[in-house]
Antibody, heavy 119, light 107 residues
Framework: QVQLQESGPGLVKPSETLSLTCTVSGGSISSYYWSWIRQPPGKGLEWIGYIYYSGSTNYNPSLKSRVTISVDTSKNQFSLKLSSVTAADTAVYYC?????????????WGQGTLVTVSS | DIQMTQSPSSLSASVGDRVTITCQASQDISNYLNWYQQKPGKAPKLLIYDASNLETGVPSRFSGSGSGTDFTFTISSLQPEDIATYYCQQYDNLLITFGQGTRLEIK
């Protein structure tokens, strides 16, 4: 059974860079798309971006200037960096897996990790 | 960018009722539309993919239909455990968008 687990600091200061890692177990990171999705407290889901195992990426246009997603196939991990954070970036961050042949549906999700931006 | 308009934003229904949620895309997305259920404090769970395909293990009372710009998600007979927020999600031109969500409550 595929499992995803987010890890990283739960508190980030304004203007700094948020960094999270998603570790994939129970399956290979190869041949799939790997996404980051976030949800501010009490609000809806926002897609941040995805990376294919080969390294190609696509980002939400509204976040593109601040986002970098990378993959480490040797560790079965992928990562998110979001720069110049503000309080508006406070959210639960999820990692998830999808395939293009099912309309990029997210069949597998991590449990989510709350990141708070505050001084 | 494609915008998704999901309605209603909230819904109250009785156990056994038929419940319908709609999602409208701002342009044709073929059948690239998925539906999720999210319970408080939990990650979303995929219910329907490619507009009408039931994810493995999901009860058959859940269904989806539509193509192009108009999509419908239906619960044929509402159960107490279906209380959750439901989201649509589209994929087109390499980008992904979620609907605003529909909060479903028991009357």
């Amino acid at each position: 059974q595929v499992q995803l687990q987010e890890s990283g600091p739960g508190l980030v200061k304004p203007s700094e860079t948020l960094s999270l890692t998603c570790t994939v177990s129970g399956g290979s990171i190869s041949s799939y798309y790997w996404s980051w999705i976030r949800q501010p407290p009490g609000k809806g889901l926002e897609w941040i971006g995805y990376i294919y195992y080969s390294g190609s990426t696509n980002y939400n246009p509204s976040l593109k200037s601040r986002v970098t997603i990378s993959v480490d196939t040797s560790k079965n991990q992928f990562s998110l960096k979001l720069s110049s954070v503000t309080a508006a970036d406070t959210a639960v961050y999820y990692c998830a897996r999808s395939t293009v042949d099912t309309a990029m549906a997210y069949h597998y999700w991590g449990q989510g990790t709350l990141v708070t931006v505050s001084s | 960018d494609i915008q998704m308009t999901q309605s209603p934003s909230s819904l109250s229904a009785s156990v056994g009722d038929r419940v319908t949620i709609t999602c409208q895309a701002s342009q044709d997305i073929s059948n690239y539309l998925n539906w999720y259920q999210q319970k408080p404090g939990k990650a979303p769970k995929l219910l329907i993919y490619d507009a009408s395909n039931l994810e493995t293990g999901v009860p058959s009372r859940f269904s989806g239909s539509g193509s192009g710009t108009d999509f419908t998600f239906t619960i044929s007979s509402l159960q107490p455990e279906d209380i959750a927020t439901y989201y649509c999600q589209q994929y087109d031109n390499l980008l992904i968008t979620f609907g605003q969500g529909t909060r479903l409550e028991i009357k």
